[in-house]
């Protein structure tokens, strides 16, 4: 229990003592300080000003005569609404920020097009040498990141001929792909922004929130994604094939999607399988980044749980009557009636 200060004491500085000792600060924009003169009913009241302010701090009289007592820091420094929704909506960007994430690392690598190729056959199936394949998957992955508005890729196949890769439905279904990618990658760096901001601006400039504050914002995070990929996962295990094609008909406007196994060659170097392989690997990416930052959260409130730091603070209180005084003696700033 911090040690309250004697009733003529009077602490005007920003003092080294007057932050808790995790660093911490109150909310503002400076190291705050209690400022309190225990004066019959009067006080400086320094906790809803920055240190610079101290020296023009005003006397405050309680409305109902309040002394200074201690109050949790925590609960006299409660956010405001603003906080509130931002908080909100930073637990909400962060497990989109990782769905986003893995979806965008899974997308910009071509070996992870290879793995299908090899996995699935795609050699014997297509009737294309997997080194054309490998090196169309480059191509693809390069494709989705680059301006080019439809894919024109060719290829030898192994009776030597060379031809287009893609029907005109495949290049057109791609071309719909990329321009939802680049949607997915315009909101995975406003995520990304956003949760930079968030912490910046709240945890480090502005020293509006504590780090225990900050955690507790990831666990509760954490837990809204844990459900929500739960409620993914039980979509997905009741009919994964039917899962697949009400997503495709929410993303896509058309059905340049619904490609033919037996002539498509995009459907055959990637098939249903390895789709559902990609989903799996999304959901376990997101609970693997979600869960270490949880742990990470869980460490800290608990190797760095201390008593809650307290300030002075002006509360209501009754008023302290003024000692008496001798007989015959009259108070200073009394009237005085002559008989």
């Not at 956010?79 to 965008?104: D, N, Q, S």
Request: aromatic share 8%.
């Amino acid at each position: 229990m911090p040690r309250r200060p004697r009733p003529e004491a009077q602490v005007t500085s920003c003092a080294p003592r007057a932050v808790h000792p995790d660093r911490r600060r109150w909310p503002g924009t400076a190291r705050r300080a209690a400022v309190v003169s225990a004066e019959a009913g009067w006080g400086h009241v320094d906790s809803l000003l920055p240190c610079a302010s101290i020296a023009s701090a005003r006397r405050v009289e309680s409305l109902s005569g309040g002394a200074p007592r201690w109050v949790s820091a925590q609960a006299h420094n409660r956010p405001g609404p603003l906080r509130l929704v931002a908080t909100l909506l930073f637990a909400v960007a962060l497990p989109l920020l990782a769905v986003t994430t893995g979806i965008r690392v899974l997308f910009s690598l071509p070996q992870v097009y290879d793995y299908s190729v090899t996995r699935y056959d795609a050699p014997a199936i297509t009737g294309i040498p997997e080194s054309e394949l490998k090196r169309a998957n480059r191509e693809l992955a390069r494709y989705f990141t680059d301006d080019r508005p439809l894919l024109e890729l060719e290829v030898t196949d192994a009776q030597g001929q060379r031809g287009p890769l893609f029907t005109p439905e495949e290049t057109a279904h791609l071309a719909d792909v990329k321009a939802l990618l680049r949607r997915l990658y315009a909101v995975h760096l406003g995520l990304l922004a956003y949760v930079l901001v968030y912490v910046v601006a709240v945890y480090v400039w502005a020293r509006e929130g504590s780090l225990r504050e900050l955690a507790h914002a990831v666990l509760w995070s954490a837990g809204a994604t844990y459900a929500a990929l739960a409620a993914l996962v039980a979509l997905a295990i009741g009919g994964f094939e039917a899962f697949w094609e009400r997503l495709h008909t929410l993303l896509f406007r058309n059905d340049l999607w619904r490609l033919d196994p037996a002539r498509h060659r995009l459907i055959q170097m990637f098939p249903e399988d390895f789709w559902f392989q990609m989903v799996v690997l999304v959901v376990v990416g997101t609970l693997a980044l979600v869960s270490l930052l949880a742990l990470l959260a869980i460490g800290y409130l608990w190797l760095g749980h201390r008593q809650e730091p307290w300030t002075a603070a002006v509360v209501p209180g009754p008023r302290p009557s003024p000692p008496p005084l001798p007989p015959g003696q009259m108070r200073e700033g009394a009237p005085h009636h002559s008989p």
